[in-house]
């Protein structure tokens, strides 16, 4: 088992940067892929970014792709999430979430496959 909990939500303009933060603990973080995933009002939870448990391989969704940045830290036990150029339409609360998983390059888009999920960060973007 393990527990994430993340950080570094918060309310900012359009234009501004964030970096959340999800810290693991629990068994070993380099075992599990790592997602961000989002969901705002309304809308279905949807992938932001995943990684894969060595970091070597990464996934971004066309909305962020050049704007945010998936990385981890496995002696850290963290993962982050470098969101840069922030819209109006990023606003939701993100979540992080860990597959436990044996293969090494591998990386997981949908939310059904995350064994493990964060309680949540919210990021406002006002225009």
């Known amino acids: 088992q393990v527990q994430l909990v993340e950080s570094g939500g918060g309310l900012v303009q359009a234009g501004d940067s964030l970096r959340l933060s999800c810290a693991a603990s629990?068994?070993?973080?380099?075992?599990?892929?790592m997602g961000w995933f989002r969901q705002a009002p309304g809308k279905e939870r949807d992938i932001v970014a995943t990684?894969?448990?060595?970091?070597?391989?990464?996934y971004y969704a066309d909305s962020v792709k050049g704007r945010f940045t998936i990385s981890r830290d496995n002696a850290e036990n963290t993962v982050y999430l470098q969101m840069n150029s922030l819209k109006p339409e990023d606003t939701a609360v993100y979540y992080c979430?860990?597959?436990?998983?044996?293969?090494?390059?591998?990386?997981?888009?949908?939310?059904?496959?995350?064994?493990?999920w964060g309680q949540g960060t919210q990021v406002t973007v006002s225009s």
């Open positions: 990684i894969s448990r060595s970091g070597g391989k990464t």
């Open positions: 979430a860990a597959k436990d998983t044996l293969g090494i390059e591998v990386y997981f888009l949908n939310s059904q496959s995350y064994d493990y």
């Open positions: 629990g068994r070993t973080f380099s075992r599990y892929v």
